[in-house]
């Protein structure tokens, strides 16, 4: 029987109160140079305004490559991510305080304090990955496409719960998270074993792209009106889904080929029951 382990949350609720404190601090300090920017003349204002837009995009580069890094931590088998965006925010950072504390001749000054700011940036966030993860004894290639495949699925699991937090019902959304902890067993044994990948890309095809198009019909549905009928179904759906998923994946873990075939085709009928068709 699959367990469901304690590390599964969402990563995206993984960060540390102190950065988060730091992250939050980043995106109002910004303001402080606005009261003094509309008492300078044209290009002092201007260059004030343009440190304001450069030091907001820097907390927001680093927001997203704290998540980034949050996903990558997260993960036995990990790619890293393909644009450095601390590094990057640490730049803008630089950037934006250069401007906003630049006074005709006093270029040198502008620069010392963006490069302090800059740094002081990267030692409260640090930089971001700098290689791919991959667990001992699993060769590049092969850590590779399990690093893919994972992000495959959990985009799907992503448009899933926005698709259903469009609907602001709080119990559903909490449901579906439900549902992605489940989901995210079998990642976390398909990158301890990454031999089992290829039954599993198959199976998370059709269980993953089913359960993502209902809950996007579903909130089609409610966007035109609610129903308690069609809410009903789709909590009935991922139930179903749900209690059958572990068993389900413990024939696809145990490469029961014949086993896995009859349940990829029971659930490509359930689905297509449901008004939902996966290729």
């Not at 540390?16 to 300090?29: E, I, K, Q, S, Y």
């Not at 700098?130 to 994972?150: E, F, L, S, T, Y």
């Not at 998923?245 to 009928?269: K, M």
Request: hydrophobic share 50%.
């Amino acid at each position: 029987m699959v367990t469901r382990p304690d590390h599964v949350a969402d990563w995206r609720e993984r960060r540390p109160a102190r950065a988060t404190l730091r992250l939050n601090l980043m995106f109002v300090l910004p303001f402080a140079l606005l009261p003094g920017a509309f008492m300078q003349a044209p290009a002092g204002l201007a260059l004030r305004l343009v440190a304001v837009a450069l030091m907001l995009l820097a907390a927001w580069l680093t927001r997203e490559g704290m998540r980034a890094e949050a996903a990558y931590e997260a993960r036995r088998v990990a790619r890293r991510p393909a644009l450095a965006r601390k590094a990057v925010a640490a730049v803008a950072m630089a950037a934006g305080l250069g401007c906003g504390v630049y006074v005709p001749g006093g270029a040198g000054a502008a620069l010392v304090i963006g490069a302090l700011g800059a740094a002081l940036h990267l030692g409260a966030f640090g930089l971001d990955p700098m290689r791919d993860k991959h667990p001992d004894g699993v060769a590049g290639w092969q850590g590779d496409r399990v690093a893919r495949a994972v992000a495959d699925a959990e985009s799907q699991l992503a448009a899933m719960r926005d698709a259903v937090a469009g609907t602001g019902d709080r119990d559903l959304v909490a449901r579906v998270e439900a549902f992605r902890a489940r989901a995210r067993e079998l990642f976390l044994r398909i990158e301890a074993e990454p031999a089992r990948l290829a039954g599993a890309r198959r199976y998370l095809g059709v269980y993953l792209l089913g359960a993502c198009d209902a809950a996007k019909q579903y909130a089609a549905l409610d966007r035109k009106a609610r129903d308690g009928h069609a809410r009903a179904r789709f909590v009935a759906l991922l139930d179903d889904l749900e209690r059958d998923f572990a068993a389900r994946s413990e024939a696809l873990l145990a490469d029961d080929r014949a086993r896995l075939d009859i349940e990829i085709e029971v659930l490509r009928e359930r689905l297509q029951r449901e008004g939902l068709r996966p290729e």
